[in-house]
């Protein structure tokens, strides 16, 4: 691949990303989104962090999930779940879970 066709790329796929940005902001209340649209995407954050987080948690090797109780991933991710649903504290969830995961690969 030459240069010139990397830069092209580059500079189209910048282009678009830009535009699609733009899009969103100038057409912000030109539009009426329906109510099942709008109930819809309340769950798209849940689900983009579910499938950034759950193969960090369970992928210990490249290729293979491992579910055995000696992840520690697996067990800080676990513990950080339960401390997210019981406090709703962010700062909780992260200082249990990370401490967690510090503790147990210490260990094991």
Partial sequence: MSQETIW???LALGLGTFLLRLSFVE?????VIPAGLTKALRFLPAAVLSAIILPAILRV???ALYFGLDNPR???GVLAA???W???SVLATLAIGMS???L????F
């Fill in 86 to 88: 019981t406090t709703k």
């Fill in 82 to 84: 339960l401390v997210a």
């Fill in 27 to 31: 057409l912000a209340g030109r539009f």
């Fill in 74 to 76: 697996l067990a800080a």
């Fill in 61 to 63: 090797e490249p290729g």
């Fill in 8 to 10: 092209l790329s580059l």
């Fill in 100 to 102: 967690t995961l510090w």
């Fill in 104 to 107: 147990t690969q210490a260990l």
